[in-house]
């Protein structure tokens, strides 16, 4: 059984920086593909960012250049470094592991594990 739990979520202020990680335990982490994605109240599920056993990285267009992923096999780790956050980016996080291949490692189906969120709440 594979086993996800992340952290670091919080309210910040707009311009303000958050570090989530999330933990990865069950399986083995480093063939993983992983994904972080967010839920805005009243919003779908939407993609955010993603890194494959590559390290090989893809972004939500509105993030680029804000938000950088990263994992580290060693501690079975990946991280989501979000700087100048905006209001718009409040949303619930969630991480996510999968076999993923290009073409789905954008979409929820390229993942079969999730965690269970982290808040993030951007203020004006």
């Known amino acids: 059984q594979v086993h996800l739990v992340e952290s670091g979520g919080g309210t910040v202020q707009a311009g303000g920086s958050l570090r989530l990680s999330c933990v990865v335990s069950?399986?083995?982490?480093?063939?993983?593909?992983m994904g972080w994605f967010r839920q805005a109240p009243g919003e779908e599920r939407e993609f955010v960012a993603t890194?494959?056993?590559?390290?090989?990285?893809a972004y939500k267009d509105s993030v680029k250049g804000r938000f950088t992923v990263s994992r580290d096999n060693s501690k079975n780790t990946v991280y989501l470094q979000m700087n100048s956050l905006k209001p718009e980016d409040t949303a619930v996080y969630y991480c996510?592991?999968?076999?993923?291949?290009?073409?789905?490692?954008?979409?929820?189906?390229?993942?079969?594990?999730w965690g269970q969120g982290t808040q993030v709440t951007v203020s004006t």
């Open positions: 069950g399986d083995t982490f480093s063939r993983y593909t």
């Open positions: 996510a592991a999968g076999n993923a291949i290009t073409s789905t490692m954008t979409s929820q189906i390229g993942y079969r594990y």
């Open positions: 890194i494959k056993w590559s390290s090989a990285t």
